[in-house]
């Protein structure tokens, strides 16, 4: 339910080279347009029946993400057909059918949808209006499925269970706040179920399906999270993923359900563990390290508790899934591999790709990969971060540079492929893209680090991040600007009112610019957690002292403010209450507002129109190019 190295060189194929459509023309080759970039393919979530006669993927090939189903042949089947594309899905496990959850326009008003696999046939499971589902979980025997929703008040999320064949629903667990399923026992007598206090603090409880009495299995002080929780073959215990150990960091563990022992599986490990799952016999695990943002595959026969052979690839893989008791499923991507699905037997040995993202005419040799760095922060604590430098460039350059930052802020940069990057650095720009502290993937601690009072040290650490830049020879002092999207937008406009001299650009997009009302009109289901991380209400000085508004005098960069209309997580206000303050003292602040996307911009055309307006904007500030004239929406 949670809340997953490129090449220099400029050989690009020259069959279209020549063209408009192909793109602009560099020093030394023709660099592709942003439209080129975007029909690069990507797919993604695998998802296998029972017994392997259904392999079903998500695809954003048709521009926004739809499901699909892999033929016998290995060519792929669209089986969804949303205007806005789908949020996710769940297929049964005979294969017959999928859950689906779909929105409009970005709003995240999920709705549920029963799609038959084999026709596409779809009808509603759910017609509600400002609420949301989410997170379907299928019984064993597939009668009836688990999912939560907020549809009584639109702030608690609620587990339900819905019957297949009569639509008829029931609470099965009740409790104020965010509630979710997260797994069904074989017999179907018992439900996991997960409550957050925050996105950094967790609780487990099992539910007796029959009487719907439940009991909490994890109770614990401080921040703690239990993640990815599976019932054992055994019935009577949970193999699971946790941080509620010294070294704070996720790892594999054994939950006993009648004494809530919990016994850790990796002592040693200097690694955070995410996904864990079993196959549906119980009798292998998967689990994926992550190691400094890469994200290794380990798997195991948990009988004679022995490691077997992992799959040969080097980048990002998750998404597991088993297919078979010999198999598993799993999505895989790099810097320079968009994502795709393949399937490893580790009895064979044998490595098969499920899907064939198209490159649309790039040339993979001209892509960039990047290179891990680490420095330290302003009070000696190590950021590591992912750097990239356009082809031919090298240290002492001082090329223009961009400073990434991710949202979240319990989330990590990773080095998959990242399209509109790679547009970025091949039109000449350099990337840093941070794990400032508060970043997750580096232990409790770590993520801890930003939290409340602490919110301005992982502001300083883009400080130091790009005084190290300037220090290292890669960039000059009045070229670099600073990009970054949700949270990301909020350190953008953080970083440009507390260091003014340090940016020469900002790009804001779904940013936060006022914490009090960011807080008072976000989602109300949202509001609880991410007080817990940034402050309550009740302290509003802190709050306004921490907001990027109440500073905005000090900021002297031009800034461009990229929003959704229709964002539910960070409303437009915030946007717009930014760009006026900016305006309103002579700064210089353009915006692109979008009336058909939410926290973040998801339609291909949308997505062309503001990557092309982004390159503009650096090209002109960073590198004193004439932008091209647009009319702001």
């Known amino acids: 339910m949670r809340l997953r190295q490129w090449v220099a060189g400029m050989a690009l194929v020259t069959l279209l080279a020549g063209t408009q459509a192909w793109g602009q023309k560099s020093d030394s080759a023709y660099v592709p347009d942003i439209e080129i970039f975007m029909q690069i393919g990507g797919n993604g979530s695998p998802q296998v029946s029972r017994d392997g006669t259904v392999r079903c993927f998500t695809s954003s090939m048709s521009g926004v993400s739809q499901l699909y189903r892999r033929e016998a042949t290995g060519w792929p089947s669209q089986i969804t057909l949303f205007p806005d594309g789908i949020d996710f899905y769940a297929l049964s ?44 979980l299928w019984s064993d025997d597939d009668s009836r499925f688990f999912y939560r929703t907020n549809e009584v008040n639109g702030k608690d999320f609620h587990v339900y269970e819905m019957e297949v064949a009569t639509r008829k629903t029931r609470p099965v ?12 026992s074989k017999d179907g007598k018992w439900l996991i179920t997960v409550f957050y206090p925050s996105n950094v603090d967790n609780n487990l409880y099992l539910v007796n399906l029959a009487d719907g009495k439940s009991e909490m299995l994890t109770p614990h002080q401080g921040n703690v999270q239990y993640d990815s929780p599976n019932f054992a073959g055994d019935g009577q215990s949970l193999y699971l993923l946790s941080n509620a150990n010294p070294s704070g960091l996720m790892r594999r563990a054994r939950l006993d359900l009648k004494t809530k022992a919990l016994q850790f599986l990796d002592t040693t490990s200097v690694r955070e563990v995410e ?60 810097p320079i591999d968009p994502s795709d699905c393949w399937r490893w037997n580790f009895r064979t040995q044998k490595l098969e790709q499920w899907t064939f993202a198209i490159m649309a005419g790039v040339d993979k040799a001209t892509l960039v990969k990047p290179q891990l760095v680490k420095f330290l922060s302003f009070d000696s604590l190590q950021i590591s971060g992912f750097l990239y430098l356009p082809p031919g460039k090298k240290m002492g350059d001082k090329i223009p540079f961009i400073m990434e930052a991710h949202g979240g802020p319990e989330s990590q940069f990773r080095p998959a492929f990242i399209r509109n990057l790679q547009y970025l650095v091949l039109n000449g720009f350099g990337i840093l893209a941070l794990n400032p502290r508060g970043s997750s993937g580096y232990g409790r601690e770590f993520v801890d680090m930003d939290n409340y009072k602490n919110r301005w040290k992982s502001v300083k650490d883009y400080e130091s991040a790009a005084r190290w830049l300037i220090s290292q020879g890669y960039a000059a002092p009045d070229k670099i600007a600073i990009k970054g999207g949700s949270y990301g937008g909020y350190m953008t406009l953080a970083a440009l009112t507390t260091n003014p001299d340090l940016y020469a650009a900002g790009i804001d997009e779904v940013g936060i610019a006022n914490f ?118």
């Not at 667990?173 to 069904?184: I, K, L, W």
């Open 173 to 184: 667990f009740v409790q104020e706040g965010f509630n979710g399923p997260a797994s069904v």
């Open 275 to 334: 996904g864990l799952t079993l196959s549906d016999d119980k009798s292998k695990m998967a689990w994926v390290v992550n190691e400094d943002g890469y994200a290794r595959i380990k798997l195991l026969d948990i009988k004679s508790n022995t490691e077997l052979p992992t799959p040969p690839v080097d980048g990002l893989a998750g998404s597991v899934v088993f297919d078979g008791p010999d198999a598993i499923v799993f999505g895989f991507t790099s």
């Open 93 to 136: 496990n005979d294969g017959r059918s999928a859950v689906v959850g779909a929105a409009v326009g970005g709003s995240e008003q999920t709705n549920l949808y029963l799609v038959d696999i084999r026709t596409g046939r779809f009808s509603p499971l759910t017609d509600l209006k400002d609420k949301q589902v989410a997170d379907p």
């Open 516 to 633: 009090v009302t960011f807080l008072k009109n976000t989602a109300p289901y949202r509001r609880a957690l991410r007080e817990s991380e940034y402050g309550p209400l009740s302290d509003s000085a802190f709050l306004i002292e921490i907001s990027p508004i109440t500073h905005v005098d000090k900021i002297k960069a031009p800034l461009l403010i990229i929003h959704g209309a229709n964002d539910p997580r960070v409303p437009v206000g915030e946007a717009r209450q930014m760009a006026k303050a900016i305006s309103d003292r002579g700064g210089i602040v353009d915006t692109l507002i979008f009336p058909d996307e939410g926290h973040g911009v998801g339609k291909r055309s949308n997505i062309l129109i503001s990557y092309r307006r982004i390159v503009d904007f650096l090209n002109h500030q960073l590198m004193g190019k004439t932008a091209a004239k647009e009319t702001n929406q």
